[in-house]
């Protein structure tokens, strides 16, 4: 049996919500251009789309984020699941990890330390009431094979059972849309890639997302946290609150995309996307569409309209 053990430092990110029973941080100034840049209508709009598609598809499982790519969406379920059973159920895993071949042994540890710190300990993950899925932007999946390939090293050598482990792990990529047709390369395909059928084949899911939407979150986005690969995993200031010159205008979009999910009106429409799911008819969907409800309709808490006005800008890039 393994004892718990102090997360290892991460950098620093303002709670914008109460989602996980916290208070939201007061931004001030930091995020005054809020109102002057919001994202464009198709990004949420396609960012409101694929999130139900991950809902649906995780099948009841928590969600955890691995890097920043997703950030937003994290930010739009911390809004739109505030106050609900969902508390607590979504997790960030804010490390950089495409590829481990010169990691040293204490970065080994310290990324264990960092996988313990979600749930993903071997002993935690074989003993777990729910299944966990990891959520992410994949091109090639190399974060996703080195974060499996640690992972499967540490089970291996605690002796944890496997068969069972293998049921509660999930990957969810989400991946720039193509061509449907047979032909059509994907990324599981890679021999690289061949730990995806050590999984049961429902345990890897894509979702596709606009290719510009995708190349916006994935690689032109302002962050509020920048990367954090293995060679900064020591380094003291990483974890100090952040400064840098597009700090603002990503701040303004953590706000924008949290108070996007408050919205009554984005709620019902992440429902009636889940509905559209093939799995919708399962317990767990209809579990996350009630707590979506709840929160939708509740007269507590911040579900008014929006101070950047998403419910209209919404409303307006569905017409």
């Known amino acids: 049996m393994t004892t718990a053990a102090a ?3 991460r950098p620093y990110r303002w709670s914008l919500s109460s989602f996980g029973g916290g208070r939201p941080d007061q931004l001030g100034a930091l995020a005054a251009r809020q109102d002057q840049n919001p994202p464009s209508d198709l990004v949420l709009r396609e960012l409101t789309a694929v999130t139900a598609k991950v809902l649906a598809r995780a099948d009841g499982a928590d969600l955890c984020f691995l890097g920043r790519s997703l950030d937003s969406m994290y930010d739009l379920l911390t809004g739109a699941l505030e106050h609900s059973p969902w508390d607590g159920r979504l997790l960030r895993l804010p490390v950089s990890c ?35 899925a990891l959520v992410d932007v994949v091109a090639e999946g190399r974060s996703y094979g080195t974060l499996h390939r640690q992972l499967a090293d540490w089970i291996e050598e605690t002796r944890e059972p496997w068969a069972v482990i293998r049921r509660k792990l999930r ?6 849309r193509h061509s449907t047709s047979p032909n059509t390369w994907r990324w599981q395909q890679d021999p690289d890639n ?29 962050k509020v946290n920048e990367s954090f690969p293995h060679w900064n995993w020591f380094d003291e200031e990483s974890v100090l609150t952040p400064r840098h010159r597009r700090l603002a205008p990503a701040l303004a979009e953590a706000r924008y995309f949290t108070e996007a999910g408050r919205d009554s009106h984005l709620r019902e429409e992440l429902i009636r996307l889940m ?15 009630l707590a979506l409800r709840t929160r939708a309709t509740s007269r507590t808490g911040s579900g008014t309209r929006p101070r950047t006005g998403t419910r209209a800008r919404y409303k307006t890039g569905n017409r």
């Open 7 to 9: 997360p290892p430092p």
């Open 98 to 132: 495409m590829a481990d071949t010169d990691w040293s042994p204490a970065a080994t540890r310290r990324f264990r330390e960092h996988l313990a710190s979600v749930g993903l300990e071997p002993y935690a993950l074989a003993r777990r009431k729910r299944p966990i």
């Open 171 to 176: 990957y969810i990529a989400v991946t720039c």
């Open 194 to 222: 061949d730990w995806v059928r050590t999984l049961p084949a429902a345990h890897v899911t894509d979702v596709s997302l606009d290719g510009r939407v995708w190349s916006y979150l994935a690689d032109n986005q302002a």
């Open 275 to 289: 509905a559209r799911e093939p799995g919708f008819a399962g317990r767990e969907q209809r579990r996350i569409a």
